[in-house]
């Protein structure tokens, strides 16, 4: 599960992270587009994560795969990224603290979650789900090859790998 890329180490999350992340994600911002809220405690994330440390979800269908995102020079993280496996795809999220953005981070660990995916899982489609104003996650995806689909999910465009059905 540990992803390395040139400048970046994705490692699986577990609930010790939530004291280096609390300080990342204590921020309305980030919820910006997704309307999620940021965490209450660094008790509530540290259970959040220990949920999700299970790697399943709470039926069992589906792989939650989790990384916290550190840079590799100092071990400071920065972020982390997320996998749901379902039986025929996953669907991949990501997610930058406000003071690390815009430094190309979110593209070089999705490039590598996409190309761990697919060479060490076999998955064989991945899908994103943005909200249709969020330019800076559209970036991210176009960069590390997800198009626009025309599905929606809750309000979000679907974002997918797979390749566009032929005549679209
Ligand atoms: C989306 C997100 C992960 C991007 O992280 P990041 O590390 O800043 O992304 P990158 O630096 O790899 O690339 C983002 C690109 O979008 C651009 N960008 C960022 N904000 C932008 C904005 N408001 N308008 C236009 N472009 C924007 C960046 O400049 C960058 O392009 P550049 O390399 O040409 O400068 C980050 O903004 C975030 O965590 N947001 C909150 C959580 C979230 O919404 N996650 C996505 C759910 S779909």
């Known amino acids: 599960m540990r992803?390395?890329?040139?400048?970046?180490?994705?490692v699986a999350l577990t609930a010790g992270d939530a004291d280096d992340l609390f300080p990342v994600l204590d921020d309305p911002a980030l919820g910006r587009f997704t309307g999620d809220d940021p965490p209450v405690s660094v008790e509530s994330l540290r259970g959040r994560f220990a949920v999700w440390?299970?790697?399943?979800?709470?039926?069992?269908d589906e792989l939650?795969?989790?990384w916290v995102v550190r840079r590799r020079a100092d071990g400071r993280a920065v972020g982390y990224v997320?996998?749901?496996?379902g039986a025929d795809d996953a669907?991949?999220?990501?997610?930058?603290?406000?003071?690390?953005?815009?430094?190309?981070?979110?593209?070089?660990?999705?490039?590598a979650l996409m190309a761990w995916?697919?060479?060490?899982?076999?998955?064989?489609?991945l899908n994103g789900r943005i909200h249709p104003e969020h330019v800076a996650s559209q970036t991210v995806a176009a960069r590390i090859g997800l198009r626009p689909t025309d599905r929606r999910y809750d309000g979000e465009v679907v974002w997918t790998d797979a390749p566009a059905p032929p005549g679209s």
């Open 3 to 10: 992803i390395l890329t040139t400048h970046l180490e994705l």
């Open 53 to 60: 440390a299970g790697r399943r979800s709470p039926e069992g």
């Open 64 to 66: 939650w795969l989790n």
């Open 82 to 85: 997320q996998a749901t496996v």
């Open 91 to 111: 669907t991949i999220a990501w997610v930058v603290g406000t003071a690390f953005q815009r430094q190309g981070i979110a593209t070089e660990a999705g490039a």
């Open 117 to 125: 995916l697919h060479d060490a899982l076999g998955v064989s489609v």
